[in-house]
C-alpha cells in the first residue's frame, strides 16, 4: 500500500520514497527501459552506467543483454526493492547510492549512460548533465528519456507545479530538444526524436487517484494542497486534463504521455 509522509519541504529522496514508485513504475512505463537500453544500443560486456536508476526500469534490460551494470539512485528505498528484482531474476548489477550532481564514478568509466525519465528530476541541470559527459568515455553514448512539457506527463507536473507555486527549475526542460543540445551540443554530437507510451486506468480520475496515492511528486503535493483545502481543485483540474488526453474510446482511460528521447555522443 502507497505509505504516508510529512508534507513539509521534503528531500528528493523523501518524495520518491512516498507512495510506491516501484508499482507505479510496473504499471505505467514497464516498457520504457527497454526501448532505452535499445536506443542507446546496448551489448553484453560493456560497461553502462543507469543514473536515477529508481528500481532498475532500464538497468535490469541492460543487464539482461550481458552489460556490466552500475544503477545510481539518490532513494535507497528504491535501489533495495531495484536489488530484490535483480535477485529474483538472478541478474548481478552493482546498486550505488549516489547524486547525480555529483556521480561517485572516474571520468569515462562507462560505455553507455543511461537515464530513463530519472536525471531530468534532479534539481541542478547543468551539473547532472557536465557529470554524464565525464563518466562516458568518448566514442560512447548517453541515451535519455525525459517527458516532455506538451506531452499528457507534463501537462500535469506543470498543473501540480502551478498549484504549489514552485520556484524549481521543472524537470520538463530536459524534455526538450533546444534544452538538451544547449546543455550537451557543444561536446557531443545530439540527435533527439519523439515517441509516446501508452498509460492506462479503469478510468480518468482512477489513474488520477491511483497516481496520487503511489506517484511521490503527487501524492507530497496532495498531503500539503489538502491541509489548505487546495487538493480537490487541482484534483479535477488534474481529472480534466486525464480526461483530455484520454484516447481509449468508450470504456477504460488510455492517455498516451510522449517523450523526448537524447542521444548523445561525446
Ligand atoms: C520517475 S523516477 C525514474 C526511475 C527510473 N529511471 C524509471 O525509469 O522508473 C525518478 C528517479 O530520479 C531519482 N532522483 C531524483 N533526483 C536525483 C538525484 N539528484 N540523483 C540521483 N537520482 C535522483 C529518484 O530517486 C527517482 O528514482
Redesign the pocket.
Known amino acids: 500500500m502507497p505509505g504516508q509522509t510529512d508534507p513539509s519541504t521534503p528531500t528528493?529522496?523523501e518524495i520518491?520514497a512516498a507512495g510506491d514508485?516501484a508499482d507505479v513504475?510496473e504499471r505505467m512505463?514497464p516498457g520504457?527501459?527497454a526501448r532505452l537500453v535499445e536506443l542507446a544500443g546496448v551489448r553484453a560486456g560493456e560497461a553502462v552506467l543507469?543514473?536515477?536508476?529508481?528500481?532498475g526500469?532500464?538497468a535490469l534490460p541492460a543487464a539482461r543483454r550481458g552489460a556490466a551494470v552500475t544503477a545510481?539512485?539518490?532513494?535507497p528505498a528504491?535501489l533495495e526493492a531495484g536489488a530484490e528484482r535483480a535477485a529474483a531474476t538472478g541478474l548481478e548489477l552493482s546498486w550505488v547510492h549516489?547524486?547525480?550532481?555529483a556521480l561517485p564514478f572516474a571520468t569515462a568509466s562507462f560505455d553507455r549512460v543511461l537515464?530513463?525519465?530519472?536525471?531530468q528530476?534532479?534539481?541542478d541541470r547543468a551539473a547532472?548533465a557536465a557529470e554524464l559527459l565525464r563518466v562516458c568515455r568518448p566514442g560512447g553514448r548517453i541515451a535519455l528519456i525525459a517527458w516532455t512539457p506538451e506531452g499528457f506527463i507534463g501537462q500535469i507536473l506543470a498543473a501540480v507545479s502551478r498549484a504549489r507555486g514552485a520556484a524549481a527549475p521543472s524537470p520538463l526542460e530536459w524534455g526538450r530538444e533546444s534544452v538538451v543540445e544547449e546543455l550537451f551540443g557543444d561536446a557531443a554530437e545530439v540527435s533527439t526524436s519523439r515517441a509516446q507510451v501508452e498509460l492506462a486506468a479503469e478510468s480518468a480520475a482512477a489513474w488520477v487517484d491511483y497516481m496520487a496515492a503511489a506517484y511521490g511528486p503527487l501524492l507530497i503535493a496532495r498531503l500539503a494542497l489538502r491541509e489548505r483545502g487546495a487538493w480537490e481543485p487541482l484534483r479535477e483540474q488534474l481529472c480534466e486534463i486525464a480526461a483530455r488526453n484520454d484516447g481509449g474510446g468508450e470504456g477504460a482511460f488510455a492517455a498516451s504521455a510522449e517523450y523526448l528521447c537524447a542521444l548523445i555522443e561525446p
Request: aromatic share 8%; glycine share 12%.
Open positions: 528528493p529522496a520518491w514508485y513504475c512505463i520504457l527501459g543507469d543514473v536515477a536508476a529508481g528500481t526500469n532500464a545510481l539512485d539518490i532513494t528504491l549516489g547524486d547525480a550532481r537515464s530513463c525519465v530519472g536525471v528530476f534532479c534539481a547532472a
